[in-house]
């Protein structure tokens, strides 16, 4: 960690620290989905890190950045899985594939080409299915180049 730098969840602390001091109304209305109306105050011993931990806006808004994290590490784990698949049904069919070929694969962020390219793999049956999955790969634009 850099020297002076804050740890992300000191920066939330604080964060939610400011925005409760300047407007809890709002802040409390939006994650509540209500109105809200101040009576009085927060009391500052009130705006403790555990004590806003045990909220249950809190807790929800934990959550809901937990299930985000579990559904993007699925997503990512079932691409890798894919990317996996199709290199070896390639060396199954082909033998050999080229350096190339596997690092495309890879290295490809598009979900559904990704997908295309996998089920293309699982149904090629012979050798000449599987180069022409390859030279399809070959020549799919590069990540780097479209986004240029």
Same mark, same amino acid.
């Given at each position: 960690?850099?020297?002076?730098?804050?740890?992300?969840? /000191?920066?939330?602390?604080?964060?939610?620290?400011?925005?409760?001091?300047?407007? %809890?109304?709002?802040?409390?209305?939006?994650?509540?989905?209500?109105?809200?109306?101040?009576? *009085? %105050?927060?009391?500052?011993?009130?705006?403790?890190?555990?004590?806003?931990? $045990?909220?249950?806006?809190?807790?929800?808004?934990?959550? /809901?950045?937990?299930?985000?994290?579990?559904?993007?590490? /699925?997503?990512?784990? *079932?691409?890798? $899985?894919?990317?996996?698949?199709? @290199? *070896?049904?390639?060396?199954? +069919?082909?033998?050999?594939?080229?350096?190339?070929?596997? $690092? *495309?694969?890879?290295? /490809?962020?598009?979900?559904?080409?990704?997908? @295309?390219?996998?089920?293309?793999?699982?149904?090629?049956?012979?050798?000449?299915?599987?180069? @022409?999955?390859?030279?399809?790969? +070959? @020549?799919?634009?590069?990540?780097?180049?479209?986004?240029?």
């Amino acid at each position: 960690m850099k020297c002076g730098s804050v740890r992300p969840m /000191e920066s939330f602390d604080r964060s939610l620290k400011h925005l409760l001091a300047l407007a %809890p109304a709002e802040l409390l209305g939006f994650g509540l989905g209500l109105t809200v109306r101040i009576i *009085r %105050p927060i009391e500052p011993s009130l705006l403790t890190r555990e004590r806003l931990m $045990q909220s249950t806006l809190y807790q929800q808004i934990f959550s /809901e950045g937990e299930e985000r994290g579990e559904a993007r590490g /699925e997503t990512r784990g *079932r691409l890798k $899985q894919e990317a996996e698949t199709i @290199q *070896r049904v390639l060396e199954a +069919r082909l033998g050999v594939v080229d350096l190339g070929v596997r $690092q *495309r694969v890879k290295a /490809e962020p598009d979900e559904r080409l990704l997908s @295309q390219w996998y089920q293309a793999a699982i149904l090629c049956v012979d050798a000449d299915g599987a180069r @022409q999955l390859a030279d399809q790969i +070959r @020549q799919a634009p590069s990540p780097t180049a479209e986004s240029t």
